[in-house]
């Protein structure tokens, strides 16, 4: 009787066990260049890093940015972990930084990445490779996780974790033993915010600051011997299992250097959940229409959303306060956002502030606004790419054994996956679709209403075409320098002296609030 062995293994020679998602992952994190990247990505890349530098400076402006850099420091300094920490907590601070198919990517990746540009003398190419190895990583790991209980958002610390090591790795050309053990070192402890805590106080800058911290203590315990597990994401009992109701682990490594996850990235406008901004859009038409609409004038405000802006105002509204709301619940209420650009037709950090916050006239209005769940703006959202469709294309059957899923689609929920398609092959024409339709009913019986299938900034064919323009007008709006933007914006031809000097200005470089 003969035996047929595998191709390359000899009698009594153990076949090598399959490579861990971690170690397939790091192995091309460590590989890739910037000449393999294509130019759309690194465009995105270069306005991620811009938006982001805008939302620090945001931050910077505010009272809790403020009291972030007077209990931790400046946000660039000689040791990279203290700045990367001061960074993304200013970054988070407003909900005001980036989103992509897997979650808030530049928390982690970007701030480390700036971070590191002085002692790693990161070039332009360099600091933007960097970001993008950053955005895979980070994007994947948390992609594969998504089937899972809503509203995670910015709390996904997995995300930031995976995005600071993968930051810290690359910018410090660490081996793939060095990759393998610094992520598993970085996602094996992880931190839970607590809801109540993230909406009622400053916690959530808190959670992304120490997420980022020990991220960047499992690199250092790498580089200098510590092991971690190498099957940290697909184990048992490891990271996807924990975290997700479906775990989808063959995300982690999918078209690796073919479908890049930073094509999916979404620009905000304003500060706030993403699951809001189509509202907000709605509502700043509305104003130009109907002038400055004060409560007085309004009967109601009726929101029209799909699942995600509903949910998310069912589990906030509790913790809404009026004129004493905290600033971290006032970025999630569709209310809040929504009463102010009809009020002002603008939202900003300074609609953020304390004395912002306290006008009862926006609370007044706010009080009247109500959110409906609208099934077709959620089968819409559910049939683009972020923040929900690819899951679920690549899910399949699976995505039935999702509670989540099957709660909000009953009987019709193997229709709905069936309808989806296939999988993406590339996020060349990636999209998000979060929609939203207001209507503002006054008190004299009129009515005027506007919709939108996605909101500006989302991704999608216009913000492929425009998001240089949009990221340029919000770094702009925090009175970022034009000639510091113009460098930015080419950022690639510059060398390490010009990048570190490029980036302090960026930050550094503030006019009075």
């Not at 911290?213 to 510590?226: I, N, T």
């Not at 509202?279 to 699942?307: M, N, P, Q, T």
Request: aromatic content about 4%.
């Amino acid at each position: 009787m003969t035996t047929t062995r595998p191709a390359g293994v000899t009698s009594g020679e153990p076949a090598e066990p399959p490579a861990s998602l971690t170690a397939r992952l790091a192995a091309w994190a460590h590989a890739v260049t910037y000449e393999d990247i294509p130019a759309a990505t690194l465009a995105a890349a270069r306005s991620q890093l811009i938006s982001n530098l805008a939302a620090v400076r945001a931050s910077l402006r505010h009272p809790a940015g403020r009291a972030i850099v007077a209990a931790f420091g400046p946000p660039l300094r000689a040791d990279p972990t203290r700045s990367a920490c001061v960074l993304a907590a200013l970054a988070s601070a407003l909900d005001f930084d980036e989103v992509a198919y897997g979650g808030h990517v530049s928390t982690g990746g970007v701030n480390v990445a700036i971070a590191h540009a002085g002692v790693d003398r990161l070039d332009g190419r360099a600091l933007l490779t960097t970001i993008v190895t950053a955005n895979e990583c980070a994007a994947r790991i948390t992609a594969a996780t998504i089937l899972s209980p809503f509203f995670r958002g910015q709390t996904n610390t997995h995300c930031h974790l995976a995005g600071a090591a993968a930051a810290r790795l690359r910018a410090r050309d660490a081996t793939p033993g060095e990759w393998v053990a610094g992520l598993g070192l970085a996602l094996g402890t992880l931190p839970v915010p607590l809801h109540h805590a993230v909406v009622t106080s400053d916690v959530k800058a808190l959670s992304a600051a120490a997420s980022v911290r020990m991220a960047l203590d499992g690199c250092d315990g790498a580089a200098h011997g510590l092991t971690g597990p190498a099957a940290i994401l697909e184990h048992p009992e490891g990271l996807l299992a924990a975290l997700s109701a479906v775990p989808l682990p063959e995300i982690v490594t999918t078209g690796l250097g073919r479908r890049w996850h930073t094509d999916t990235l979404t620009y905000k406008r304003f500060p706030g959940s993403a699951y809001l901004h189509a509202a907000f859009d709605c509502a700043e038409r509305l104003h130009r229409r109907l002038g400055a609409v004060d409560a007085s004038r309004v009967r109601r405000v009726v929101v029209h959303g799909s699942l995600l802006t509903w949910q998310m105002e069912q589990k906030v509204a509790r913790e809404l306060d009026g004129p004493r709301t905290n600033v971290s619940a006032a970025t999630l209420s569709v209310g809040y956002g929504v009463a102010t650009l009809l009020m002002t037709g603008a939202f900003g950090p300074g609609d953020l502030t304390p004395s912002a916050l306290a006008d009862p006239e926006r609370w007044a209005l706010a009080e009247k606004v109500v959110v409906e769940h609208d099934m077709d703006l959620s089968i819409r959202m559910a049939q683009a790419t972020s923040p929900l469709g690819e899951s679920l294309r690549r899910a399949g059957d699976r995505a039935l054994d999702w509670p989540e899923f099957v709660r909000w689609t009953g009987d019709a929920a193997p229709a709905l996956l069936a309808a989806l398609g296939g999988p993406e092959e590339t996020f060349e024409q990636a999209t998000m679709a979060i929609g939203a339709r207001v209507a503002v009913e006054l008190a004299d019986g009129t009515a005027a209403a506007e919709s939108r299938d996605a909101f500006v900034g989302s991704a999608g064919p216009e913000t492929r075409r425009d998001h240089g323009a949009i990221v340029a007008r919000k770094f702009l709006s925090t009175g970022g320098p034009r000639d510091v933007l113009a460098e930015l914006e080419h950022l690639d031809a510059l060398g390490p002296e010009q990048v570190v000097a490029v980036l302090a200005r960026a930050v550094e470089d503030l006019p009075e609030p």
